[in-house]
C-alpha cells in the first residue's frame, strides 16, 4: 500500500490509544500482510490494529503483559490458528482482546478456550470477528480514564515521530541530544525556570 499513508496512520493509532510505536508498527505490519490474504485493506488492517490494541489495554493488565499478548498474538496470527501457548497468553496478559473475540463470535470465554484447543480459531475467523466489534470497542474505550502514564507514553510517541521527521529533513536528532543532555544537566534553572512560569499562571489567573 501507501507507506506514507501507513506511518501516518500509525503515528495517528499510537497517540489515540496511548501507545509505543514500538507496540503498534509490529503488529499493523503483521496484520497488513496476513490481511492481503483475506482481502483485507490497508485502511483495514490499522483500523484492526487499533481495535486490538484497544481490546488489550481494556483488560487492565500490566503495560509488560500486554506487550507480551500483542506478540503472542502476532505470532498466532503468522501461524494461521489461534491455540496453545499464544492464546494461553492472550487470556493472562490480553483478557480484553479474549472477551472482546468471545463477543465477535457469540461465545463465552470458556468456549473460546475449547474452540482453541481444537484448532477453529483460525487467523481469518478471529481477524473477522474482531473486525466486527469496532464500534464497541472503541465506545468502551472511549470512556476509560486517561493516567499519567497514559499522558507520558502520548507525549514519548510525539517525540519520536518529531524527532523523525526532523532527522529526515536536516539530521537534527544529534544536535537535539546535545541539547538534552545540557537541560539534564541543569535541571534546577529548569526547575526554577519552570516555577516562574508556573507563577505567572496563578497571577494571571488571579487577575481573571
Not at 490494541?53 to 500486554?66: D, E, L, N, P, V
Not at 529533513?169 to 537541560?183: I, P
Not at 534546577?188 to 516555577?195: A, D, E, P, T, Y
Amino acid at each position: 500500500g501507501n507507506f506514507e499513508e501507513a506511518m501516518a496512520g500509525v503515528h495517528q493509532l499510537a497517540l489515540a490509544t496511548n501507545s509505543s510505536l514500538e507496540a503498534v508498527v509490529p503488529l499493523f505490519t503483521r496484520l497488513n500482510t496476513v490481511g492481503k490474504d483475506m482481502g483485507l485493506t490497508q485502511k483495514q488492517a490499522l483500523d484492526l490494529t487499533e481495535t486490538i490494541t484497544k481490546a488489550i489495554q481494556m483488560g487492565g493488565g500490566s503495560a509488560q503483559a500486554a506487550e507480551d499478548a500483542i506478540i503472542q498474538f502476532i505470532q498466532a496470527m503468522q501461524g494461521g490458528v489461534l491455540r496453545g501457548e499464544e492464546f494461553n497468553s492472550i487470556m493472562e496478559g490480553g483478557y480484553g482482546l479474549a472477551e472482546t473475540l468471545a463477543k465477535g463470535l457469540g461465545r463465552t470465554t470458556g468456549e473460546l478456550r475449547a474452540m482453541a484447543e481444537a484448532g477453529e480459531l483460525t487467523a481469518e475467523r478471529v481477524l473477522r470477528a474482531l473486525e466486527g466489534q469496532k464500534e464497541s470497542v472503541d465506545a468502551t474505550y472511549a470512556q476509560l480514564p486517561t493516567t499519567i502514564g497514559d499522558a507520558l507514553q502520548r507525549i514519548s510517541t510525539s517525540w519520536q515521530a518529531l524527532i523523525g521527521k526532523m532527522d529526515q529533513a536536516n539530521g537534527a536528532s544529534a544536535q537535539v541530544a546535545q541539547w538534552l543532555v545540557y537541560v539534564a544537566d541543569n535541571l534546577g534553572m529548569v526547575k526554577q525556570w519552570l516555577n516562574d512560569v508556573g507563577d505567572g499562571f496563578i497571577w494571571f489567573g488571579d487577575q481573571l
